[in-house]
């Protein structure tokens, strides 16, 4: 069973730097695909970014595309997303999630079947 673990939110200004991680464990093979999604108030869940564990290539969500990088320490099980330049509308809670797949191309919150609980980032001033 895969377990996730979120961690490094906070309350950042506008123009700030935040880097968050992704904890994971249970990871049995090599074929899964990592993925980071938001929710905002009131709003639907919406994908940032995944990253294939096998070979780290990623798929970046074109509403962050130049703002955001995702990148994994294979011997921490760690994923972790850096986030640039950071505006009101990021603030959310944002969430890890896992799929066993080796495509990487899952960009719907319905495709993965792993979650973490969260962590809150705020940006304002």
């Known amino acids: 069973q895969v377990q996730l673990v979120e961690s490094g939110g906070g309350l950042v200004q506008p123009g700030g730097s935040l880097r968050l991680s992704c904890a994971a464990s249970?990871?049995?093979?090599?074929?899964?695909?990592l993925g980071w999604f938001r929710q905002a108030p009131g709003k639907e869940r919406d994908f940032v970014g995944n990253i294939r564990w096998s070979d780290g290539n990623t798929l970046i969500a074109n509403s962050v595309k130049g703002r955001f990088t995702i990148s994994r320490d294979n011997t921490r099980n760690t994923v972790y997303i850096r986030m640039y330049d950071l505006k009101p509308e990021d603030t959310a809670v944002y969430y890890c999630?896992?799929?066993?797949?080796?495509?990487?191309?899952?960009?719907?919150?319905?495709?993965?079947?792993?979650w973490g609980r969260g962590t809150q980032v705020t940006v304002s001033s």
């Open positions: 999630a896992a799929v066993r797949s080796p495509l990487g191309y899952e960009s719907e919150a319905w495709e993965y079947e792993s």
């Open positions: 249970g990871l049995t093979a090599s074929d899964y695909t």
